[in-house]
Every structure is written in C-alpha cells, then in structure tokens.
C-alpha cells in the first residue's frame, strides 16, 4: 500500500525557517517524481514544487523561488521541502504527492501537514 | 506562465442529475509531438487530501467510477459527472502539467 507521510509543520515567525519531510513506503520511491502541494486554509490548491527521480531537476512556483528547495534522499524513501524567509501567505496545508508513472497528474497524497507563519 | 480558470464557482445538482464543470487554461495544453491534453481533474472532500479522477484530459484513473467522464482539447476542458450521488459532493479541481503545474481555482459541487 502507497504511504505519504508529512512531518515538520508547526508555528514559526515571520523570517523563520521550516524543514517539512515526508515518508514514503509501498512503492519504488526513485522511480516517482514528487511534488509538494499547498492550500491554504479555506483556499484552493497550489502546486509548490517537484522533483524528478534522481533529484537532478526540480521545479518551482514563483512565489517560493529562492526560498524554498525541494530535495529528496532516494535511500532513505524520503522528501523535503526547505523552507527559508516564511512569510504570512506561506500559511498552508503542505501535502507530499506522487506524480504517476506517466507524469501525468498526482495519484497519491499524504494527509498534509500544517504551516503556520504568524508572531 | 499557465492560468486556470474553472466555471462555475460552484453548483448544485439533483441526485441522479448531470453536473458539469468547465475548465479553461491561458495557453493551449495540446502537446503536439504526441496529441496529448496535459489536463487533470482531482476532487477534494472537507478535510481530505485530493485525490485524482482523470488525466490526460480523458482517462479515468484506476478506480473511479465511470459516472466521471473528462472532454476537451486545446485550452478548453469539461468534467462531467452523469449522473451526481450524495458521495460526489466535494471541490473539484482542474491541472495543468504542461508546464509545471498549476490549478484552477475550484468548483464546488452541491446536492441541490
């Protein structure tokens, strides 16, 4: 059975920095591109960031460019998100995703974890 | 960078009724190499992660049942679901993974 498991969220000041991880299990974790998708409470979904299988690409949206990195260790099955300069719209559900086998669309989710940016 | 936007902001539908959803990208989603819509289509219930129901603008992830049907090409998507139950009532939520990733903003789905 596929698991996506986020950890790492909390309440962190305006400035500060976060590292969110998530744990996967039940499938071949290096052959997956992963992605790390927000929403903010009440708000709709916004894709944050993924990262190809072997970490040599990743993306961002422009909003957490030069602020957030994505990275993943294919040997311990596990991603993170770096997250450095937190600002207020940062607030968010962070939830670790799969990219299907056919990069087209995330076909598994973690159940998200918490980011709040607030002092 | 791909805008997404979604009609209606929401709707609400009879039991047994046909819902239908519309999505529209900034920039055509057609990649022309291999006549591939790079559109997917996710519902959200409160509370839940989303989950997928339909890439490629037309296939069913495994799973879903086929009351839910994608369409469209270019820069214009419908979601329809033929015939609404109790369980379909969620946020639904088109992609776009042509270039990188992004959504439209949701449509919420009620039993009218």
């Known amino acids: 059975e596929v698991q996506l498991v986020e950890s790492g969220g909390g309440l962190v000041q305006p400035g500060g920095s976060l590292r969110l991880s998530c744990a996967a299990s039940?499938?071949?974790?290096?052959?997956?591109?992963m992605s790390w998708v927000r929403q903010a409470p009440g708000k709709g979904l916004e894709w944050v960031a993924n990262v190809k299988q072997d970490g040599s690409e990743k993306y961002y949206v422009d909003s957490v460019k030069g602020r957030f990195t994505a990275s993943r260790d294919n040997a311990k099955n596990s991603l993170h998100l770096q997250m450095n300069s937190l600002r207020a719209e940062d607030t968010a559900v962070y939830y670790c995703?799969?990219?299907?086998?056919?990069?087209?669309?995330?076909?598994?989710w973690g159940q998200g974890t918490l980011v709040t940016v607030s002092s | 960078d791909i805008v997404m936007t979604q009609s209606p902001d929401s709707l609400a539908v009879s039991l047994g009724e046909r819902a239908t959803i519309n999505c529209k990208s900034s920039q055509s989603v057609l990649y022309s190499s291999n006549n591939k819509n790079y559109l997917a289509w996710y519902q959200q219930k409160p509370g839940q992660p989303p989950k997928l129901l339909i890439y490629?603008?037309?296939t069913r992830e495994s799973g879903v049942p086929d009351r839910f049907s994608g369409s469209g090409s270019g820069t214009d998507f419908t979601l329809t679901i033929s015939s609404l139950q109790a369980e379909d009532v969620a946020v639904y939520y088109c992609q776009q993974y042509y270039s990188t990733r992004s959504f439209g903003p949701g449509t919420k789905v009620d039993i009218k």
């Open positions: 039940g499938f071949t974790f290096s052959s997956y591109w």
């Open positions: 995703a799969r990219v299907n086998i056919e990069a087209a669309g995330e076909d598994y």
């Open positions: 490629w603008a037309s």
